[in-house]
């Protein structure tokens, strides 16, 4: 079932993507991300009803979007569910381009987010193998928008290799009952000087991660006290 907050995400994708992928991918895309991925998540579905259910949901969509079968578009659009395998979004970037145009850029096809300013790194993930090909896939595309995912399927690990290969520097923040503020921001600590001893400010390693532009990763985030999410 879709909520509110799901819908404003799709609409706030399309706004973002619409021009690059083109209004038809924009809108399926969305879809996915918002919902069709997760279908089988935490639902009680089998895979393989979820599969059948998200290409019934899928055919539905193509025929709202009205792109007749003769099309060369309803060939790409009809493969959307299997988005990132096969011939479809065949074209990839995980090296350090050359080309001009992606210098600045990391991705798959047609995902992109800017590199950072520390040196790419390779390793830890083989980005050509189908299964981590296609979750990178999907993470890219989340990356578009703000947005967390389900448990224990490999976000954290794939996240930090994304921040290698595209030269970010990942700062991870682990948060639980416990985490206050001061830990995130910073406090004034005690210090030893020529004067004797003094409090002087300490960073705390979110502020800290903030101004070095670390990409910061919050991890267990429901864990953390309702003051320190606010």
């Not at 600045?104 to 390779?122: A, H, N, Q, T, V």
């Not at 400010?201 to 320190?228: F, H, M, R, T, Y």
Request: glycine letters at 10%; proline letters at 3%; aromatic letters at 8%.
């Amino acid at each position: 079932m879709l909520t509110v907050r799901d819908l404003i995400s799709w609409v706030a994708f399309f706004d973002i993507t619409g021009e690059s992928l083109g209004p038809e991918h924009a809108l399926l895309h969305g879809a996915f991300l918002v919902l069709l991925d997760g279908l089988s998540l935490g639902t009680g579905i089998s895979k393989t009803d979820a599969g059948e259910l998200r290409e019934r949901c899928l055919s539905f969509l193509l025929q709202k979007l009205r792109v007749d079968e003769s099309n060369l578009l309803y060939s790409k659009l009809s493969r959307m569910g299997n988005y990132g395998w096969g011939e479809y979004g065949a074209n990839m970037d995980v090296s350090h381009s050359d080309d001009k145009k992606h210098d600045d850029l990391f991705g798959i096809d047609p995902f992109y987010i800017k590199k950072g300013f520390s040196s790419c790194e390779e390793g830890g993930f083989e980005f050509k193998a189908p299964t981590t090909r296609k979750n990178a896939l999907r993470v890219l595309r989340a990356m578009q928008l703000p947005k967390p995912g389900s448990p224990g399927v490999g976000k954290t690990s794939l996240i930090t290799a994304l921040g290698k290969y595209s030269g970010h520097r990942v700062v991870r923040i682990n948060l639980s009952e416990q985490t206050d503020m001061m830990d995130l921001l910073g406090s004034d600590l005690p210090v030893e000087s020529d004067e004797g001893m003094k409090f002087s400010w300490s960073d705390g390693i979110l502020l800290q991660a903030l101004k070095e532009g670390c990409w910061v990763l919050l991890d267990e985030l429901n864990l953390a006290p309702q003051s320190v999410l606010e």
